[in-house]
């Protein structure tokens, strides 16, 4: 994606989206985590 | 999620010493930080990676015996004990599969294989035990080679890049299992799913076998994600485990995308040496698929799943697209998608009875 974003864009408007979009996963992470009560391990895993 | 935190937490001092340390003590910290681990999740799994570990090092490189008879014993031991902890899994519901079994067992497998090859020429039991101690793949794969392990660590220097790339790897893997696994597929999906009216049965027989795949698939790669991004944390390029298998447009490109270090040590192990001793590749598969099925667990459930996984590799190499359309190729992922998901119905209830009823549903013979 990175890759992708530099070819296309300026750099400083490249490194502004990915992290930007660093930033909505962390904040979409955090709001999953409390939002959602963790799940066990599940067998297909092999645990 | 519980488990992982632990092994982030276990992670970062083993980051820290790993390049703050001399070289030479790196390789012991890493060591004596996963057996911590390892010995405060699970005791037992403990022992067992221990008595492997000094056991298979000391047969097959201080031992006298013939070569064949080490090899032997070896993998005799190996496959009986991964053997017996399915077994009795099957068998006990109270029996838990000793931490990371699945996967050092056949590390060590493989590390015996190699030997017999000869290609084994490092015979230092500190990077033998720092292969098997290593705690980011230790709990759930992927199932990475000893002489990438070696290799890595021979060329193991300070790199930023590794760290940026490491960061990356866990962010997905982590977003993978919270935000795809946990929030849309379980909390938000299952939920939606279980609100479908009964009068919509196939509906909701199919979506709830569409969200059960996608969701094993979302965590494991996520966690396998995460194994990766923390081993480059340390310094180590682990091989990938998934390659975006849903986008294969047949069954054989899935299982080449699809647990890939799983699948790889079975092609090299299982399928090669089949295919090429009784010339006949369809028995490869089969057995390769039927192995790999009962690696998740030995039961009648999983063997069905490993046969209708081969059948489907031998399909699809029937059908195999002469021409690479764009039509052709969705027609052939939605295939994959629908084929894995039906197949997987098998092993997603615990008894064989529930499995039926939903195939009933499915396929409208209620």
């Given at each position: 994606m990175y890759r992708f974003l530099i070819a296309h864009f300026p750099n400083r408007i490249a490194n502004i989206i990915i992290a930007l979009w660093y930033l909505f996963l962390l904040i979409l992470n955090l709001y999953s985590s409390i939002s959602v009560e963790p799940q066990g391990a599940f067998r297909y895993v092999g645990w | 999620m519980e488990l992982l935190l632990e092994v982030f937490l276990f992670s970062i001092p083993l980051i820290i010493l790993s390049w703050a340390l001399p070289k030479r003590f790196v390789l012991l910290s890493q060591i004596i930080i996963t057996g911590a681990f390892i010995l405060y999740k699970s005791p037992i799994s403990f022992l067992i990676l221990t008595f492997i570990s000094f056991g298979n090092f000391y047969l097959l490189h201080?031992?006298?015996?013939k070569n064949s008879i080490k090899i032997g014993i070896s993998l005799v031991v190996l496959i009986l004990l991964i053997a017996s902890a399915k077994l009795l899994f099957s068998i006990h519901d109270h029996w838990i599969i000793p931490l990371g079994m699945s996967y050092y067992i056949f590390r060590n497998i493989h590390y015996t294989i190699e030997y017999y090859k000869g290609k084994i020429l490092n015979e230092s039991i500190l990077f033998y035990l720092a292969y098997n101690f290593?705690?980011?793949?230790?709990?759930?794969?992927?199932?990475?080679?000893y002489h990438e392990f070696v290799k890595d660590w021979q060329r193991r220097r300070f790199n930023s890049e590794y760290f940026s790339a490491g960061l990356q790897r866990i962010l997905y893997g982590v977003s993978k299992v919270m935000?795809?696994?946990?929030?849309?597929?379980?909390?938000?999906g299952a939920v939606f799913i279980s609100d479908i009216?009964?009068?919509h049965a196939w509906l909701k027989a199919y979506l709830e076998t569409i969200e059960s795949v996608l969701n094993a698939y979302f965590q494991f790669a996520g966690y396998s994600d995460i194994a990766i991004g923390i081993s480059l944390f340390l310094g180590y390029r682990i091989m990938d485990?998934?390659?975006?298998?849903?986008?294969?447009?047949n069954m054989q490109e899935f299982w080449s995308k699809y647990h890939m270090s799983l699948s790889a040590f079975c092609r090299d192990y299982i399928y090669t040496p089949i295919a090429s001793f009784y010339r006949k590749p369809l028995l490869g598969i089969i057995a390769t698929m039927i192995i790999i099925g009962l690696w998740h667990e030995i039961s009648f459930s999983f063997l069905i799943w490993g046969a209708l996984q081969a059948i489907g590799i031998i399909l699809s190499s029937f059908f195999k697209a002469s021409s690479d359309s764009f039509i052709r190729k969705n027609l052939g992922r939605i295939f994959v998608l629908n084929y894995f998901s039906l197949s997987s119905v098998v092993i997603h209830y615990d008894e064989l009875a529930q499995a039926l009823h939903v195939y009933k549903v499915l396929f409208f013979l209620n």
């Open positions: - | 201080k031992s006298n015996l290593f705690l980011p793949v230790l709990i759930i794969g992927p199932i990475n080679r935000i795809v696994g946990n929030y849309l597929l379980t909390a938000k009216d009964d009068s485990n998934f390659n975006y298998p849903f986008l294969a447009s």
